[in-house]
């Protein structure tokens, strides 16, 4: 019997990354028992919930103190093995009999783990591109280091795409088969979620476009707050609700709607919980995802196992995770933004036909094919 551990770090606030985390884990919950012990380490009891009783749980809070550690850690780079000294969860993990951990949230345990290890790197956007705010004031070279030491360190790495799988390669000399190409698929729980009218609870209208992204500059805000001035200048009614958390680039972003006189058009609703977000997918016109940045994202497959039509952009490896389910855009042109979101709200026919692509496309790929093929990767190491 092989035991697996999985190491759970992120938290609900983690966005793509936690969501990747609830993936990894029902995928582990398919494995047969007859064949696979499975060990979850965690520092948030907010994981038990998502946790069968398949899974023995390892709890470590993560004191104040371990925190303020971390972060020095992270910035100095002092030891690999310094943690050790301070990171209870490290201990466990070592001291455990699991003969492969996980690593989903791209963690910097796992190079401090002297267990053989799969871990994630989800992007390396910091090379490709570098002159985005959030890889500035040493962000980029903390980054570097980080995943330097994950391809170096662990016996697996985990990408999204084959263009993710290219970019390890490349940018850190590792041998190919050390590297497994694990698509995303979308949450489990949200054709699960429990459908409510979120029009009414938000004060919604009647018609809107769907941005679901934190507030980073590289999730190209400007330039679909810039399609929806030019949709409005010719009068087509539009609206425009967006969700994440309250920080990063949100000030610049509530300052760009100012600017252009888009106050009552664009609806801001910060976190909102998991079923609040089936609904909102559900209820929109359409879901916008123009990111400048992947490989590949979370959002898009969202979109389209709930029937939302999508508009997505073109970069990258976006192209090929949604195929002809979608309305492609160069997400650096606000014009040819406007232009798909005019079709959206005048052809219904469209419409119809991306919804109806969209539910196909995840037909063919989802959670148990996500499990599947990373029962398949377990194997290799």
Request: aromatic share 12%; with cysteine; net charge neutral.
């Amino acid at each position: 019997m092989k035991h697996i551990g999985v190491y759970l770090a992120s938290d609900q606030h983690g966005g793509g990354t936690y969501q990747y985390n609830l993936s990894i884990i029902n995928a582990l919950k398919y494995l047969d028992t007859d064949e696979y012990k499975l060990t979850a380490f965690i520092h948030n009891k907010s994981w038990n919930k998502h946790l069968s009783d398949k899974f023995t749980i390892v709890f470590k809070e993560k004191t104040f103190v371990l925190r303020v550690l971390k972060k020095i850690y992270r910035i100095s780079q002092i030891s690999r093995r310094f943690p050790l000294f301070f990171n209870p969860i490290i201990n466990e993990i070592n001291n455990s009999d699991c003969d492969i951990i996980i690593f989903p949230s791209q963690d910097e345990e796992s190079y401090q783990s002297s267990k053989k290890s799969l871990s994630t790197i989800h992007d390396l956007m910091h090379r490709y591109e570098s002159h985005f705010e959030e890889y500035q004031n040493g962000e980029y070279d903390l980054r570097e280091k980080h995943f330097s030491l994950i391809s170096k360190n662990t016996n697996g790495v985990l990408v999204d795409s084959i263009v993710g799988k290219q970019h390890v390669i490349e940018s850190y000399n590792i041998n190919e088969e050390k590297v497994f190409v694990l698509p995303f698929v979308p949450p489990f729980y949200l054709l699960e979620s429990n459908p409510l009218d979120v029009k009414l609870k938000y004060s919604l209208p009647s018609k809107y476009f769907f941005y679901p992204a934190q507030f980073w500059e590289h999730k190209n805000h400007n330039n679909l707050l810039l399609a929806l001035k030019s949709l409005k200048d010719r009068s087509i009614e539009c609206n425009l609700v967006l969700v994440g958390a309250k920080k990063n680039n949100y000030n610049s972003v509530i300052k760009k709607i100012e600017e252009l006189g888009l106050s009552d058009n664009v609806y801001i609703l910060g976190y909102v919980s998991n079923d609040d977000m089936a609904s909102l997918y559900m209820s929109a016109l359409a879901t916008t995802f123009v990111s400048l940045i992947g490989p590949t994202n979370i959002p898009p497959l969202e979109a389209m196992v709930l029937g939302s039509p999508l508009i997505c952009s073109n970069v990258y490896a976006m192209p090929e995770q949604v195929g002809d389910a979608a309305l492609l855009v160069d997400p650096k042109n606000p014009i040819d933004i406007a232009k798909k979101m005019e079709m959206i709200i005048y052809d219904n026919e469209l419409v119809k036909n991306l919804i109806q692509k969209g539910k196909e496309k995840m037909k063919k790929y989802g959670q148990k094919e996500f499990s599947t093929l990373l029962e398949s990767h377990i194997k290799c190491l």
